[in-house]
């Protein structure tokens, strides 16, 4: 099992930035994709931005240019950096990774416990 624990939440004020940090532990075999999914009240969660292993990312369009995501294969860690927020941005914040048993050719999704983002003045 892969533990997946996150930091770096808070209240911010609009325009300003945070940063979210995620780290792996636990019995993890070959991290593949990473990234960042968030949920605000009354609305599905969504994805935010994705990091391959090989350092590809994806974006969803509400935060492109604002936002830019990053990883440590080392360490397995991923990072969100989260700049000219919005109060639109407010939402709980998951990490997920998916990790590839090595007898395995399907990844499975680990998640973490989320953290709350709350932007507002």
């Known amino acids: 099992q892969v533990q997946l624990v996150e930091s770096g939440g808070g209240l911010v004020q609009p325009g300003g930035s945070l940063r979210l940090s995620c780290a792996a532990s636990?019995?993890?075999?070959?991290?593949?994709?990473m990234g960042w999914y968030r949920q605000a009240p009354g609305k599905q969660r969504e994805l935010v931005a994705g990091?391959?292993?090989?350092?590809?990312?994806d974006y969803a369009d509400s935060v492109k240019g604002r936002f830019t995501i990053s990883r440590d294969n080392a360490k397995n860690t991923v990072d969100l950096q989260m700049n000219k927020l919005k109060p639109e941005d407010t939402a709980v914040y998951y990490c997920?990774?998916?990790?590839?048993?090595?007898?395995?050719?399907?990844?499975?999704?680990?998640w973490g416990q989320g953290t709350q983002v709350t932007v507002s003045s």
């Open positions: 990091i391959a292993s090989g350092g590809s990312t």
């Open positions: 636990g019995r993890i075999f070959r991290i593949r994709a």
């Open positions: 997920y990774a998916d990790d590839l048993p090595y007898d395995s050719t399907v990844p499975g999704r680990y």
